[in-house]
């Protein structure tokens, strides 16, 4: 078993800090592990287009990192995985929320075609996307 230690150095130096700009609010999104261009902007779109929609979300900036969209063969099945991360501030950089959310989608082998991947691919990102406004909206709720 490997350790391995990251060490942090600061240094102090005559060069003040500055914050960063306010940002204007809205729904930010990288997703990476789909590589065809037209799939991952349908994604994005539903996306913003979901979170955007959340009145409760008004006025906020929403980071959405997805890190995983992938699907595996486990025994007679098929999973599609999902692991996103999201951030909620405010235009000012002050972080209201962050968290994980996962989600996963069983099919038999049967029953997938890779053909049908793009959908569903959506599909578990509506899935895990209704569980994040829940989430967020909690979040709003106990921050405004």
């Known amino acids: 078993m490997a350790l391995l230690m990251v060490a942090a150095v600061v240094a102090v130096t005559g ?17 990476s592990p789909v ?5 991952r902007a349908s994604h994005i779109d539903v996306i913003r287009k979901r979170l955007g929609d959340c009145s409760q979300l008004a006025n906020k900036v929403i980071d959405v990192n997805v890190t995983r969209l992938s699907y595996v063969t486990v025994g007679a099945t098929v999973e599609l995985q999902l692991e996103l991360g999201f951030v909620l501030s405010t235009p000012n950089n002050e ?6 959310q996962t989600a996963k989608l069983v099919l038999s082998k049967s029953k997938f075609k890779l053909d049908q991947l793009p959908a569903l691919r959506r599909e578990v990102i509506d899935s895990a996307l209704g569980t994040l406004i829940v ?4 979040a709003t709720a106990r921050n405004v």
């Open 15 to 31: 060069v003040r800090a500055s914050a960063e700009p306010a940002r204007r609010a809205g729904v930010f999104v990288t997703l």
């Open 35 to 39: 590589t065809d261009e037209v799939e």
């Open 95 to 100: 972080i209201v929320s962050m968290a994980n």
């Open 135 to 138: 989430k967020l909206r909690r």
